[in-house]
């Protein structure tokens, strides 16, 4: 089992930048992939970015060039740095880990952009 501990979020003016953490109970070499998702109000989660167990990464297309996903296998960790946020990036961020299983979710973090 995985656990996800997510941090980070918060309200943030139009143009600005926010950089999520997510913390993961046990070692990242033990982990497929880990992600990052987002759910709008009345909206479907769907996928912001990803990033495999090789390092490689893959993005909503929507979110290419803005976001960087990266991952810190020292610390379990992997970050979201989200920059040029828009008000349409208003969500409620989750992280997800698949251990080759299972899908595991944290308990996602607000972002909220406004001015």
């Known amino acids: 089992q995985v656990q996800l501990v997510e941090s980070g979020g918060g309200l943030v003016q139009p143009g600005g930048s926010l950089r999520l953490s997510c913390v993961a109970s046990?070692?990242?070499?033990?982990?497929?992939?880990m992600g990052w998702y987002r759910q709008a109000p009345g909206k479907e989660r769907e996928l912001v970015a990803q990033i495999h167990k090789d390092g490689s990464p893959n993005y909503a297309d929507s979110e290419k060039g803005r976001f960087t996903i990266s991952g810190d296998n020292a610390k379990n960790t992997v970050y979201l740095q989200m920059n040029s946020l828009k008000p349409d990036d208003t969500a409620v961020y989750y992280c997800k880990a698949n251990d080759y299983r299972f899908n595991y979710w944290g308990q996602g973090t607000q972002v909220t952009v406004s001015s």
């Open positions: 046990r070692s990242m070499y033990s982990i497929n992939s």
